[in-house]
């Protein structure tokens, strides 16, 4: 008898979950809020200032989807989420999207049951020394001891890497970063290895961060982006384009500036003039009005500007843009056309 | 015989000596420095290697604390200032502890809110607490005072907590009136009772949902300090009697209601407490259907509850077991029926001898509530660790910030232990 009842609520659940699932985009509209799923403070990509308001990257991939969905880029719900819980939260429908710097896998992707709409961010795995080693290839660490964060793919990637290249190496096992920074400023290792963006943020909290740099060898691909449900497409299809529009916006010059202007009229470049709405019925397409495009790039600008302002070089982060620049300046950015 | 003696006596003194004062080396500092401190050699080594150590302890702490910073944007304009020397950036403390106490969440307009109904939660517990110094009419207020703070802390239409304090008012009388005829019936009759006026209340706080409404604040915003104190007095306050219920019930002599006190017991001492946590957070999310807005904090409220109303429950269990079974056979003789009999006899000696026990469930508890920051609450751990180190302006400031939560759970746990030793001197009534 109790078996049946919990599997009755099982089967319900499960179907008001599928048919709340299939009309993401009529969810959010009637709640008047996206619920984005973000990391808990992550410097640079999601990280509340003194005031409680959300900056970074991701942060600002959730803002372009409000602004483009709800003509509102502050109607976002912006929820913290640690990495143990942020698939269940966005599997359960507690969250409509997620950027919280999530690595695009093939399991993920598939068995997870995820969608990942595209790639906010190419990280990958690099090491960080002291000047005053004298190193500058991260081939020249034969014998050094390297802290790494202990079950994380990173120490994988550390042991295939010394191995292709036949040196030797010798683990001082941390648990976070936070240890990983202490014991590497006092010296108990020689280098420490994580992702690349992680490494510029860690090194932005050194007291004397110009003593420190990051080797130019990046060993794996961390390909980072937002993601959604299986089964809405309608949906994801929002949130790529959101996305997409972008990086489009740096590509073509249109800024945070001056998108009004070049909205309120057809310019010369047809690219441009579909991507803001005044040629063509993109948004419709979509489920939205002609305007959404605008209204995305409004919100924190274009990527470029959305860059600059949370990791760029003018940033105490000061990350160069590497292979998140534009194809068009030998970076992998690369918007398919709003055609 | 008088003048031979007179004349053998050279002086008699007749009258008395002023109290002369101790000599140097065997009075006031010297003498306890001496006898404490430097009484035999291995004392003496014991001595010069602590004061050692608390000069180093001093020379490495002192400094830091001294030349602290505590006006600057962020850690570099920090290390600006101090210009090499050792100093701690407390500027960190000065420009986020709002979100320290508050949560980075919660209005910064509306501060005065839960800043408020912290100071009642002080007079609210003072009779409780005290019950000598402080009039017995006080209690009316402490039974208004949850009431009060949900309204104050969460805000939305007072109809709310009025119909929840309704129902129990309803709940409690119809028990009065019903319980001569027998305690079951008065206890169901009165759960029966509050039910319904919930019920019928729910449509009316849906129709008038901006009577004397508060600004509403969602739970999901409430962190810090104050999450961490929400939790921890609402926890331990559901545990205690719910613990007492258990410790009784795995007594008895039903065979059913022993077999679910015990069952209920074990598993949950079994289990860690972060997995019902994950329980709380993760799988429940996947049960409810999605749209159903089970409240968080509710949620975590009722496992950590649960988890320490087990160990609060083993903690009574000791206590009755301590008691000489003379006790029980005396309270049956006086015709006392159970209920009587735990009340007046069993209970109040059993509880007096576990308060260590209680309290130490207690102090745990309230720290545990730090774990919730691994299901994404910003308690004050989850601000320290999430939000605010991982921001660009203060990444990199560990030990003021840790220092700081350290202090705040300190002070507190500090108070209950010292409140506990207080109580125990109080309710002896031996002979020592």
């Known amino acids: 008898m109790k078996k049946t009842v919990f599997l009755g609520a099982l089967t319900i659940s499960g179907l008001l979950a599928g048919a709340a699932a299939a009309a993401t985009l009529d969810d959010v509209k009637a709640r008047g809020k996206l619920n984005c799923g973000v ?47 942020r698939f269940t939260s966005l599997a359960s429908g507690e969250i409509d999207m997620m950027a919280r710097v999530t690595t695009w896998t093939l399991s993920r992707d598939t068995d997870l049951k995820f969608d990942f709409v595209g790639i906010n961010y190419y990280d990958g795995q690099g090491f960080i020394v002291p000047k005053a080693l004298g190193v500058t290839s991260a081939k020249d660490l034969d014998g050094a001891t390297v802290c790494i964060q202990t079950g994380t793919t990173t120490e994988l990637n550390l042991a295939d890497f010394f191995r292709a290249n036949n040196i030797s190496y010798e683990p001082v096992p941390v648990e976070t970063d936070d240890e990983a920074a202490q014991q590497y400023l006092a010296g108990a290792c020689d280098t420490y290895t994580t992702d690349a ?35 809405d497409n309608d949906w994801a299809d929002i949130v790529r384009w959101s996305l997409n529009a972008l990086i489009a916006a740096e590509e073509y010059g249109v800024t945070q500036a001056n998108v009004e ?63 998140n620049a534009q194809w068009t300046n030998g970076g992998l950015l690369y918007s398919p056309p709003f055609r | 015989m008088s003048d031979t003696h007179a004349q053998s006596v050279a002086f008699m003194r007749d009258t008395m000596l002023p109290e002369a004062p101790p000599p140097e080396s065997e009075a006031g500092v010297v003498r306890w420095i001496r006898s404490n401190l430097f009484s035999g050699w291995f004392n003496t080594i014991l001595t010069i290697t602590s004061l050692y150590c608390l000069y180093l302890f001093l020379a490495a702490v002192g400094p830091w604390l001294v030349n602290g910073v505590w006006d600057a944007a962020d850690i570099r304009e920090c290390r600006e200032k101090l210009q090499g020397a050792t100093g701690g950036c407390f500027a960190v403390i000065a420009e986020r502890w709002p979100q320290m106490i508050f949560g980075f969440k919660y209005p910064s307009e509306i501060y005065w809110r839960p800043a408020v109904a912290f100071i009642l939660l002080l007079v609210a517990i003072a009779p ?19 009431f009060l703070a949900y309204y104050l802390i969460w805000g939305g239409t007072i109809l709310i907590p009025v119909i929840a304090l309704l129902g129990f008012a ?3 009388f119809v028990y009065a009136r019903q319980v001569y005829r027998s305690f079951a019936v008065g206890l169901f009759g009165g759960i029966a009772a509050a039910v319904a006026t919930w019920f019928i209340g729910g449509f009316i706080t849906a129709a008038l949902p901006e009577f004397l409404a508060l600004r509403e604040v969602a739970s999901r915003d409430i962190g810090g300090f104050m999450l961490n104190l929400i939790l921890g007095t609402v926890c331990v306050s559901l545990s205690l009697p719910l613990g007492i219920l258990l410790a009784l019930g795995r007594q008895s002599e039903m065979p059913v209601v022993k077999g679910i006190c015990v069952v209920f017991i074990e598993f949950i001492r079994g289990v860690p407490l972060i997995t019902l946590l994950f329980v709380a957070n993760v799988v429940l999310a996947y049960f409810l259907p999605p749209g159903t807005n089970f409240d968080l904090i509710v949620r975590v409220i009722i496992m950590i509850t649960m988890f320490a109303s087990a160990y609060i429950a083993e903690v009574i269990r000791g206590g009755l077991a301590a008691l000489p079974k003379g006790q029980y056979e005396a309270a049956n003789a006086l015709g006392l029926d159970y209920p009587q009999a735990m009340r007046l006899i069993i209970l109040p000696q059993a509880l007096k001898i576990s ?12 720290k545990d509530t730090t774990l919730v920051s691994i299901i994404s609450m910003f308690d004050l751990v989850g601000m320290v660790r999430g939000p605010i180190l991982s921001s660009s302006d203060w990444n990199g400031v560990y030990w003021e910030l840790f220092g700081f939560a350290g202090l705040l759970f300190f002070v507190v746990c500090y108070g209950i232990s010292q409140y506990s030793q207080w109580l125990e001197r109080q309710l002896r009534t031996d002979h020592r």
Do not use: Q
């Open chain 1, 197 to 231: 963006s992680g490494l510029a943020a860690t090194r932005a909290g050194f007291p004397t961060p110009a003593d420190h740099v990051v080797l130019p060898e990046i060993i794996s691909k961390e390909p980072l982006g937002p993601l959604v449900r299986h089964g």
């Open chain 1, 39 to 85: 990391t808990t403070g992550l410097t640079g990509f999601s990280e509340p200032d003194a005031s409680g308001r959300w900056e970074g990257l991701d942060a600002a991939v959730c803002r372009a989807v409000a602004a483009a969905v709800l003509s509102d880029a502050d109607a976002v719900e912006f929820v913290p989420l640690t990495a143990k819980t």
């Open chain 2, 128 to 146: 409780v607490l005290f019950s000598k110094v402080f009039p017995a009419r006080m209690l009316y207020f402490s039974a208004l005072y949850p």
């Open chain 2, 355 to 366: 308060i260590p026990g209680i309290v130490n469930v207690a102090v745990g508890l309230f």
């Open chain 2, 170 to 172: 309803v709940g409690y």
């Open chain 1, 261 to 323: 202007d070049k909205a309120a009229s057809s310019g010369t470049n047809p690219e441009v003039n579909r991507l803001l709405g005044t040629e063509g019925e993109l948004g419709a397409m979509m489920g939205l009005d002609k305007d959404w495009a605008k209204r995305a790039i409004a919100a924190s600008g274009n990527y470029g500007e959305i860059f600059e302002r949370n990791l760029g070089v003018n940033t105490p982060i000061g990350l160069a843009r590497g292979l």
